[in-house]
């Protein structure tokens, strides 16, 4: 289970929690799934991020302070995370 910290109902289909979601894995060394975007704040077109390429492998930790993303990727999520 990977957690994102507290749901936000306004992003959740019907604006009902009620129940947890679950990420398909790889069967792989690490926690990892493929990635279709991401967002920050609200889901609105100005936040949103999606992957021209398709789905990248994405490996999450929850014991690790890095981040790396691909460097066309690095100044919008830099500001983002900032502001």
């Known amino acids: 289970m990977v957690d ?3 749901p936000n109902p306004k992003n959740v289909k019907g604006g009902r929690l009620t129940k947890a979601a679950s990420l398909r894995m790889n069967s792989d060394f690490f926690w990892s799934s493929f990635m279709q975007g991401v ?3 609200d889901i609105g077109e100005k936040n949103t991020f999606g992957f021209v390429e398709g789905p990248v ?3 999450f930790s929850s014991g ?3 981040i ?3 460097s ?3 100044n919008k999520i830099l500001q983002k995370m900032l502001f």
């Open 64 to 66: 690790s302070s890095f």
């Open 57 to 59: 492998y994405t490996i």
């Open 4 to 6: 994102f910290g507290v």
């Open 72 to 74: 066309k990727f690095f």
């Open 39 to 41: 967002s920050f704040g």
């Open 68 to 70: 790396q993303v691909p």
